[in-house]
């Protein structure tokens, strides 16, 4: 079975460039996430959907990060004007959440991006 | 929210040695899973284990949710086992909070 796809696995571009990462969950997955990992912060959460709706956004750093969900296998994550402090590995998870029950998240391999 | 605490944060083992690596987490939980982060980046899921003990070959893990701890073991550890461990865990809900992680390298 496939896992989580993201694209592009690696970035690299000049800031104030508009950047878009992209994923795909794993298929009949219905939560995903975006996460993002630096050295000064390890691993954190960003923003997360469930059924294609945010739930919480409280950890995107600022409105210069978008997500959307269009539909069960397509999200995007968007950073408009990039800064060199958004250089980081940007993970995208999925998970399949029937109800009253809890399941592993399971992680694609990760965006790197640089910025300039 | 939920904190979560690993040690140690570094371990230098030289191949064959067994290791224990502890996972402490502020809350209850009903989500658990250990992590390792290859070389290459990326996140393998090693265990999803909110309680109870699980193997899966020279790995094996026991979370113990009454006492807010889990410990990981590797047994006959291999270079190929190098890497960084992660714990991560959540209270109740959806957000996974990650440790800072264990840095592990094997020596041959």
């Known amino acids: 079975d496939a896992g989580v796809i993201q694209s592009p696995r690696h970035e690299v571009t000049e800031m104030g460039q508009e950047v878009t990462l992209r994923c795909k969950p794993i298929s009949g997955h219905n939560s995903l996430f975006w996460y993002r990992q630096t050295m000064m912060r390890g691993l954190e959460l960003l923003i997360y959907?469930?059924?294609?709706?945010?739930?919480?956004d409280s950890g995107m750093p600022e409105d210069r990060f978008s997500a959307k969900m269009p539909n069960a296998s397509f999200s995007t994550l968007k950073i408009q004007p990039s800064e060199p402090r958004d250089s980081a590995v940007y993970f995208c998870?999925?998970?399949?959440?029937?109800?009253?029950?809890?399941?592993?998240?399971?992680f694609g391999d990760g965006t790197r991006l640089s910025i300039l | 929210g939920i904190q979560v605490e690993q040690s140690p944060p570094d371990l230098i083992l030289q191949e064959g040695a067994n290791s224990t690596l502890r996972c402490n987490f502020s809350?209850?939980?009903?989500?658990l899973q250990w992590f390792h982060q290859n070389p290459w980046g990326q996140l393998i899921n090693l265990f999803y284990i909110p309680s109870g003990t699980k193997q899966n070959g020279r790995l094996s893990a026991t979370t113990v949710a009454t006492e807010r701890y889990s410990l990981l073991y590797i047994s006959s550890s291999q270079t190929t086992d190098s890497g960084v461990y992660f714990c991560a865990s959540s209270s109740y809900g959806n957000k996974l909070v990650f440790g800072a992680g264990t840095i592990l390298r094997v020596k041959s």
């Open positions: 809350d209850s939980v009903n989500n």
């Open positions: 998870a999925s998970r399949q959440t029937p109800t009253g029950a809890v399941q592993p998240q399971h």
């Open positions: 959907f469930n059924n294609n709706v945010p739930i919480d």
